[in-house]
């Protein structure tokens, strides 16, 4: 039967299921459904390619920043190391690690010797914090986008099968048969909305499932390297309370 159906519409006069017909075939609300789904493909595929780009300029960096910041806090050397974060405009680790030392270090040089209550480690641990959020919050910049467009495409593309339906119905009616001639336009509307919507929905999916958990191997990384910092600030100041509580100084 369905072979059938395919041998009447191969040898039907005027009828062929090319791009071109199938486009021509199209009403406007159907062709607008076609728009809005192809721009929503440019857009996740921009999405992809700058996100890509992104997370391997912030990978690449926050490698080359950890090995040249580890031996500078190692030999007590925090002015260097901010230094050395700001060549690494792309990691998110040195940002979030310039923003915790130039916090300490602003603490150390303005209140050398804190009162009432004033604690310079959780000043710098509020201050890797704000940053922190506002590093993940560029890092996550355009995925959004792709969850939106994963969820909404099959329903717009069903929204486009249905106009299709009822252009079929409509070729029915105006015909008085039910033959494939009269319904094999409308049918074509139908099955190329159902598909664009499933192929732009589909890809963005799976992309924005990747790139989430990128994002949550990023910020395992700025916590522990969140971490590692406040333990380099809790053993300098340790360090100089003994110094001062030896020399008779009360901090």
Same mark, same amino acid.
């Given at each position: 039967?369905?072979?059938?159906?395919?041998?009447?519409?191969?040898?039907?006069?005027?009828?062929?299921?090319?791009?071109?017909?199938?486009?021509?075939?199209?009403?406007?609300?159907?062709?607008?459904?076609?728009?809005?789904?192809?721009?929503?493909?440019?857009?996740?595929?921009?999405?992809?390619?700058?996100?890509?780009?992104?997370?391997?300029?912030?990978?690449?960096?926050?490698?080359?920043?950890?090995?040249?910041?580890?031996?500078?806090?190692?030999?007590?050397?925090?002015?260097?190391?901010?230094?050395?974060?700001?060549?690494?405009?792309?990691? +998110?680790?040195?940002?979030?690690?310039?923003?915790?030392?130039?916090?300490?270090?602003?603490?150390?040089?303005?209140?050398?010797?804190?009162?009432?209550? +004033?604690?310079?480690?959780?000043?710098?641990?509020?201050?890797?914090?704000?940053?922190?959020?506002?590093?993940?919050?560029?890092?996550?910049?355009?995925?959004?986008?792709?969850?939106?467009?994963?969820?909404?495409?099959?329903?717009?593309?069903?929204?486009?099968?249905?106009?299709?339906?009822?252009?079929?119905?409509?070729?029915?009616?105006?015909?008085?048969?039910?033959?494939?001639?009269?319904?094999?336009?409308?049918?074509?509307?139908?099955?190329?909305?159902?598909?664009?919507?499933?192929?732009?929905?589909?890809?963005?999916?799976?992309?924005?499932?990747?790139?989430?958990?990128?994002?949550?191997?990023?910020?395992?990384?700025?916590?522990?390297?969140?971490?590692?910092?406040?333990?380099?600030?809790?053993?300098?100041?340790?360090?100089?309370?003994?110094?001062? +509580?030896?020399?008779?100084?009360?901090?």
């Amino acid at each position: 039967m369905i072979n059938s159906l395919f041998i009447v519409a191969q040898t039907a006069p005027g009828i062929s299921f090319g791009p071109k017909e199938i486009w021509d075939s199209m009403t406007w609300i159907s062709k607008g459904v076609a728009i809005l789904l192809i721009f929503m493909s440019i857009w996740s595929l921009y999405v992809t390619i700058e996100r890509l780009i992104t997370y391997s300029r912030a990978r690449k960096q926050s490698l080359e920043f950890a090995k040249k910041i580890t031996p500078l806090l190692a030999k007590d050397q925090p002015a260097e190391a901010i230094e050395v974060s700001r060549k690494y405009k792309g990691s +998110h680790l040195a940002r979030v690690t310039r923003a915790g030392l130039i916090e300490f270090l602003y603490d150390q040089t303005t209140n050398p010797n804190p009162i009432g209550g +004033h604690d310079v480690i959780e000043a710098a641990k509020r201050a890797i914090e704000r940053e922190g959020l506002v590093v993940y919050s560029d890092l996550k910049k355009g995925v959004g986008g792709l969850a939106t467009i994963a969820t909404t495409a099959p329903f717009i593309g069903l929204f486009g099968t249905v106009i299709g339906i009822i252009n079929a119905f409509q070729g029915m009616a105006l015909s008085g048969s039910g033959g494939i001639g009269s319904v094999s336009k409308g049918i074509s509307e139908a099955l190329v909305a159902t598909a664009l919507g499933l192929g732009v929905a589909i890809p963005a999916a799976w992309l924005f499932n990747y790139f989430t958990n990128v994002l949550e191997r990023f910020q395992v990384e700025m916590s522990n390297s969140a971490s590692e910092l406040v333990d380099f600030f809790i053993k300098k100041q340790g360090a100089k309370q003994g110094a001062s +509580h030896a020399a008779g100084v009360r901090v």
